[in-house]
Every structure is written in structure tokens, then in C-alpha cells.
């Protein structure tokens, strides 16, 4: 998969918003973007992905940029069980038929102040 | 509806002797992966099943590890005489296509493998 920039880290508060960046200035055309989580001694979780359009779930919201070399996952109110390590990845299309292999970077660990 | 589910959650081993880990992916989910997980690192991707296509076993580490997906649904991984350095978090997944766009996966919450 192609290369993602993360912030190593970052802090919110409990109850307001967290904006995640994610650089990916080598994104191909068909690349989606797709957003995992990994809670405390849990199995990593898909949060959201996306190819152009901004999209919203129930978990998160994903804000694409319109020349698509960056996206930030939004959760709206943050909560304690929101703290975890976030990776931002793309999914990359055209890789030969392996493109199925998730390979995580070392992501961004979000701490939830109460 | 029911996730990906695992078993055993934790299982202690000793050296030598040989383990199955057990995975019950989503129901309908045409993909199944195994990765494993140790303390403090990245996934490593171990075998891929894929519908009724031949597995994709490049990741697997030795011969001793081996998996099984029967009926297009439960998959088994199998550790022959296992090796302290086979411990790990052992995770599954499973996706409902490998489609672009579509290939979300979704982990269970895996089995910890501890060899003594």
C-alpha cells in the first residue's frame, strides 16, 4: 500500500471534537482511503473509508481534500472509549491482486482527556 | 448482527506440542485472512482465502503453520510443534468481497498465543 504521514500522537478532551490528518501526496487515482482503529488489547476495528466524496457513519466522519493527497477522520464527540491508535491507509487497486493485505504504519495514538 | 468470532480467546502452550486456533468469520463474507500480531508491533498478514480460489499462503512463516477453510465459512490455523517465538496475537478477518471500495475488513477480537 502507498505511503501515509501521521501525526505520532495527539490529545483531545472528552466530549469535543478530534480532527485525525492523514498525508498521502503519492495517492493514485483509484487508491481509496481507509480509516482502522486498534482499542487496548483489541483487534483492530474499521472505522470508515472513502474514494473522493467526503462520507459519514455512524462511527466518524472522513474529509477528503479535493486533490486528495489528505484526509482527516472527524469523530464528532469524542469519548474514553474512543482512545486507541488510528491508522489512516490506502487501499491500493491496481497492486497485482494483493492489494488485499492490510499493512498498518504506526498510526496516530489519540488520548481522550475526561 | 454477529462479528467475526474467535477461539480460543487465550491459550498457554508448551514448546513442541501443537495448537488449533479457530475462526467463525461474518456470515455472507466471501474473504477470510488470518494476521498475527506480536506485543507492540505491526500486522503480519499469514494466509488469504478467497471464495473457492486457492489460498494465498505467501505469508505464512515456516511449514509448521498450515489453515483450512471449510464450506466457504469456518477457517482453522494450525501451529505444529509450536516455538516460543510463535507467540502472539493471532487475528482474523474477514471481508464481504475484495472489491475495491467494498473490501472493508472486520477482526475478530483474536486468540493470544503463548508458548512456554
Known amino acids: 500500500d502507498a505511503k501515509t504521514t501521521q501525526p505520532n500522537s495527539m490529545e483531545s478532551n472528552e466530549e469535543e471534537p478530534v480532527h485525525l490528518p492523514c498525508n498521502h501526496s503519492?495517492?493514485?487515482?483509484?487508491?481509496?482511503i481507509h480509516w482502522y482503529r486498534q482499542l487496548p488489547s483489541q483487534g483492530p476495528e474499521y472505522v470508515i473509508h472513502?474514494?473522493?466524496s467526503n462520507v459519514n457513519n455512524r462511527m466518524a466522519s472522513l474529509a477528503i481534500a479535493e486533490d486528495r493527497k489528505s484526509s482527516t477522520l472527524i469523530l464528532h464527540r469524542a469519548t474514553l472509549r474512543d482512545a486507541a491508535v488510528y491508522y489512516c491507509?490506502?487501499?491500493?487497486?491496481?497492486?497485482?491482486?494483493?492489494?488485499?493485505?492490510?499493512?498498518f504504519g504506526k498510526g496516530t495514538l489519540l488520548t481522550v482527556n475526561p | 448482527g454477529a462479528g467475526v468470532s474467535q477461539s480460543p480467546s487465550n491459550k498457554v502452550t508448551e514448546k513442541g506440542k501443537d495448537v488449533e486456533l479457530r475462526c467463525d468469520p461474518i456470515?455472507?463474507?466471501?474473504?477470510l485472512y488470518w494476521y498475527r500480531q506480536s506485543l507492540g508491533q505491526g500486522l503480519e498478514f499469514l494466509i488469504y482465502?478467497?471464495?473457492?480460489?486457492?489460498?494465498?499462503k505467501s505469508g505464512l512463516p515456516s511449514d509448521r503453520f498450515s489453515a483450512e477453510r471449510t464450506g466457504g465459512s469456518v477457517s482453522t490455523l494450525t501451529i505444529q510443534r509450536t516455538q516460543q517465538e510463535d507467540s502472539a496475537v493471532y487475528l482474523c478477518?474477514?471481508?464481504?468481497?475484495?472489491?475495491?471500495?467494498?473490501?472493508?475488513?472486520?477482526f475478530g477480537p483474536g486468540t493470544r498465543l503463548t508458548v512456554t
Open positions: 478477518a474477514s471481508s464481504l468481497t475484495v472489491l475495491a471500495g467494498r473490501n472493508e475488513q472486520y
Open positions: 503519492t495517492i493514485s487515482g483509484t487508491d481509496y
Open positions: 472513502g474514494l473522493t
Open positions: 491507509i490506502l487501499r491500493v487497486t491496481n497492486s497485482g491482486g494483493s492489494n488485499y493485505k492490510l499493512t
Open positions: 456470515s455472507g463474507h466471501t474473504a
Open positions: 482465502f478467497q471464495g473457492n480460489s486457492a489460498p494465498d
